[in-house]
């Protein structure tokens, strides 16, 4: 499986941006997907998640509201939508897939280290 980001870019403050991943190979084989984001001297974070119908999404306490996780899975792609955007979302987003689903909780969704597969990362910058 191979995953890539794009859509990253410069916006100004309050600006809206939507980044996508394409999934290829046995995209089949995945089941929840998420968008995680790192800063420059940072840890990488937990942004969005989804699981493989749609209809479980976990977000970033401080995120929800402004962000928006969807996925087509008849187009293998999988999107963020980004509103009201701040500088602080200024970072490199990853989007990543994994094979197995022993939890549906949002906690278990936002670790890293449950993630199979990663892309390479589309950055997006916020100018203030």
């Known amino acids: 499986v191979q995953l890539q980001a794009s859509g990253g870019g410069l916006v100004q403050t309050g600006g809206s941006l939507r980044i996508s991943c394409a999934a290829s190979g046995r995209t089949s084989s995945i089941h929840d997907m998420g968008w995680f984001r790192q800063a420059p001297g940072k840890e990488r974070e937990f942004v969005s998640s989804?699981?493989?119908?749609?209809?479980?999404?976990c977000y970033a306490e401080p995120l929800k509201g402004r962000f928006t996780i969807s996925r087509d899975n008849v187009k293998n792609m999988l999107y963020l939508q980004m509103n009201s955007l701040k500088p602080e979302d200024t970072a490199v987003y990853y989007c990543?897939?994994?094979?197995?689903?022993?939890?549906?909780?949002?906690?278990?969704?936002?670790?890293?280290?449950?993630?199979?597969?990663w892309g390479q990362g589309t950055q997006v910058t916020v100018s203030s």
């Open positions: 989804t699981n493989l119908s749609g209809s479980n999404t």
């Open positions: 990543a897939g994994r094979l197995f689903t022993p939890s549906s909780s949002c906690f278990y969704s936002s670790q890293v280290k449950t993630y199979d597969y």
